[in-house]
């Protein structure tokens, strides 16, 4: 392939590219034209007759907004709306403010101690056009560093709704409505319909609205729903463990009391409780006490036994009375005496 036919399908390309952002640039004026500028318009039309009915109504509707390093901010809505149209070659927008009256009384008084606090809660209130700054104390080089503060003035609730040829697209924004800033929601031109304007008359006039809530598919609704039926049963399950193991714990704690009641009962009703003697002077008493004795241990008789004598005996035997004396005649025994050898 030599260099002119590369660069001219280069060239090709580039005039393929062009001329399909211009076929996409003219569906979306197109779209613009025969869906978005109607629709704006329509939406115009709806948010005039709602705001007519507002003023007559006159419905008391109240604010509350959290104020980070202040607390809470309680206002009511002012019925004073200012709506306007812009309209340029290819684009159209609505805007929508009214103001929200400050409840000075239902506002809580804070005291913020310290230079860094007092500017970003005294920063707050100006971002907001808030008043409210009481008491200011300075240290020696003029800084604020303490101060009590109780909101007081007006915030801005405004409603802006665009489209333009170039995004095919509707813009909304909705600044200090849920919360203090803005939110923001982006739909497209075939979702401009009157349940669509219904849910904005709602939201603004602070009554229920699904404006913020996504379109999900069935499929996905019936996965969060099996997640919440999931989590909702083990969080049941949880609860019965758990209210299971207090009673448990109730009841060994109360077996080991009972346990610890008996034996202490027990112990105290087979040992009983040593006193110390002690001898008090005391006046003598009519009644005689008992008098304990101490009684000997039994000890056992004598018995007698026989003993040999170790020590050597003349031998007596029987003989004729001519041969012993008369004492030895009378017990009948006789002395052992040699016998005479013949010579």
């Not at 869906?35 to 509707?61: R, S, V």
């Not at 403010?97 to 310290?114: D, M, N, Q, S």
Request: with cysteine.
């Amino acid at each position: 392939m030599g260099l002119l036919d590369e660069l001219e399908q280069e060239a090709q390309k580039r005039k393929a590219d062009a001329d399909d952002a211009e076929r996409r640039k003219a569906e979306r004026e197109e779209v613009f034209r025969t869906k978005l500028d109607p629709g704006i318009t329509a939406l115009y039309e709806y948010l005039n007759k709602l705001i007519g009915n507002l003023k007559i109504l006159q419905p008391k509707k109240s604010q509350r907004y959290a104020l980070v390093g202040y607390g809470e901010i309680v206002g009511y809505i002012e019925h004073e709306y200012d709506l306007k149209v812009n309209t340029q070659p290819g684009s159209k927008e609505i805007a929508l403010t009214f103001p929200c009256l400050v409840a000075h009384e239902e506002c809580p008084l804070v005291e913020v101690a310290g230079a860094s606090k007092v500017r970003t809660v005294a920063g707050a209130f100006q971002r907001y056009h808030l008043g409210g700054l009481l008491e200011p104390k300075k240290d020696a080089s003029g800084e604020v560093i303490s101060a009590k503060f109780k909101a007081k003035g007006r915030i801005a609730m405004t409603a802006t709704f665009s489209a333009d040829a170039d995004s095919a697209v509707v813009k909304m924004q909705f600044v200090n409505f849920d919360a203090l800033g803005t939110a923001a929601k982006t739909v497209p031109a075939a979702q401009l319909t009157e349940a669509l304007f219904d849910d904005i008359g709602r939201y603004i006039t602070r009554e229920p609205s699904g404006l913020f809530q996504e379109a999900l598919s069935d499929s996905y609704r019936s996965q969060l729903r099996t997640k919440v039926q999931q989590e909702q049963i083990k969080r049941r399950w949880e609860s019965k463990i758990s209210a299971q193991q207090q009673t448990f714990r109730k009841f060994s704690t109360g077996i080991a009391e009972a346990s610890s009641a008996k034996a202490r009962a027990e112990k105290a009703h087979v040992t009983p409780a040593r006193m110390k003697e002690t001898m008090m002077p005391g006046p003598a008493s009519p009644i005689a006490s008992p008098i304990t004795t101490k009684m000997p241990v039994p000890m056992m008789a004598p018995r007698p036994s026989a003993v040999r004598s170790s020590t050597p005996t003349e031998r007596w035997s029987w003989c004729s009375l001519s041969s012993v004396s008369p004492t030895s005649a009378s017990t009948g025994l006789v002395m052992n005496r040699p016998l005479p050898f013949a010579a």
